[in-house]
Structure formats: structure tokens, C-alpha cells
């Protein structure tokens, strides 16, 4: 378990961009695998993006694929989740979340579930 902190929320208007930064307290050895997801009002929290420390490796949600970027610094122990045309129904709060042992398969989505450690969400609207 680690301590995980979001960071660049904001609002945006349709076809703008931000970046996402979460940053993990404890050991990188800790975060085998970070993932994005993000959860509207009245809405299923929905896994968006994964990445594995160990190759690299990154999954993609259909609804994001081609126009968010996950990224992660291992030295910082940090990930990234550069997100560019932004829609208005992209609005909702994102999570960040890692675990130890977890393999993001590029194929497979990621579920909840299969993570131990969360952090508090960064609320992303966009609107104009």
C-alpha cells in the first residue's frame, strides 16, 4: 500500500488539454502497475489507461485511445496522463491508483478491483 496523490484537474473547454500527474509516496517497488480511471456522477467507476513498470508496457480504454498518452517517471515514481481533445462527456472525477503485482495486459481492461492502493481524485470538467 502506498499514498497516492492527483494533481492538474481543472476546467477545460471541448477540444483542450491537460495533464494529469499522480505521484506515489512509498517505494517504486510498490507500484508495479498504475492505472487511470475516472468516475461520473451516477456513473461506474471506469478503468481508462494502465501502465507496467516493468516493460512499460500501457493499455487503452476505447473511449480514450488515441487522444490520452499514459506516461510514468520511475525515478519520481510518478505517472503521467496527458489528455488532448477533451469531450464534455470526458468530465468526471480521476483516480489514480497502483499495485505491487498487477500486469497491465494491453489487451485486457482494468477493473477496480485489482488495486490496492487509490488517491483522492482531481476533478476534471469540461465545458464551454
Known amino acids: 500500500q502506498v499514498q497516492l496523490v492527483e494533481s492538474g484537474g481543472g476546467l477545460v473547454q471541448p477540444g483542450g488539454s491537460l495533464r494529469l500527474s499522480c505521484a506515489a509516496s512509498?517505494?517504486?517497488?510498490?507500484?508495479?502497475?498504475m492505472a487511470w480511471f475516472r468516475q461520473a456522477p451516477g456513473k461506474e467507476r471506469e478503468g481508462l489507461s494502465c501502465?507496467?513498470?516493468?516493460?512499460?508496457?500501457?493499455y487503452y480504454d476505447d473511449s480514450v485511445k488515441g487522444r490520452f498518452t499514459i506516461s510514468r517517471d520511475n525515478a519520481k515514481n510518478t505517472v503521467y496522463l496527458q489528455m488532448n481533445s477533451l469531450r464534455p462527456e470526458d468530465t468526471a472525477v480521476y483516480f489514480c491508483?497502483?499495485?505491487?503485482?498487477?500486469?497491465?495486459?494491453?489487451?485486457?481492461?482494468?477493473?477496480?478491483?485489482?488495486?490496492?492502493?487509490w488517491g483522492q481524485g482531481t476533478q476534471v470538467t469540461v465545458s464551454s
Open positions: 491508483a497502483s499495485d505491487p503485482d498487477y500486469y497491465c495486459d494491453p489487451g485486457q481492461a482494468v477493473a477496480a478491483l485489482d488495486f490496492h492502493s
Open positions: 512509498g517505494s517504486d517497488l510498490d507500484t508495479h502497475a
Open positions: 501502465i507496467n513498470r516493468s516493460d512499460g508496457s500501457t
